[in-house]
């Protein structure tokens, strides 16, 4: 089956003869009677896992995922050069206060690195 969108709260699912996918010998005659071919719909409700909204091929699902890489290297970068994998602090305000140090120290890093990209940008035009 392909995917083709989501009708409110399900995704829709098309026969691929219908849509152009597959080329099948038999047509749509075996699964359908209908000119715009079978459709299969699923709810996320029922096996939130296995079934996503938006749907895993979609172009929307990849760019959250996109996303979710580029935090996760945050993330990673976070606990293994800012020591944030284990804090050796006590009480939540001292643990807030280390972890935001090192968010800031993370974003200058960040900041210094783009600036001397940039200035290598200019230096080769």
């Known amino acids: 089956m392909t995917y083709w969108g989501h009708d409110g709260n399900y995704n829709k699912f098309r026969c691929p ?7 099948c010998c038999h047509g749509m005659r075996w699964c359908t009677d209908s000119n715009y071919g079978l459709v299969v719909k699923t709810r996320p409700k029922d096996d939130y896992r296995f079934v996503t909204l938006p749907h895993r091929d979609s172009k929307t699902w ?7 890489t580029s935090v996760e290297r945050v993330f990673s970068r976070l606990k293994e ?7 050796t602090v006590t009480g939540r305000k001292k643990a807030k206060a280390h972890v935001e140090l090192s968010i800031i120290a993370h974003l200058a890093s ?3 690195v783009a600036r001397e990209q940039e200035a290598e940008k200019l230096k080769a035009a």
């Open 17 to 23: 003869h219908a849509t152009g996918k597959v080329n």
């Open 62 to 68: 990849q760019e959250l995922f996109k996303e979710r």
């Open 81 to 87: 050069n800012f020591n944030l994998k284990n804090i």
């Open 110 to 112: 960040k900041i210094v």
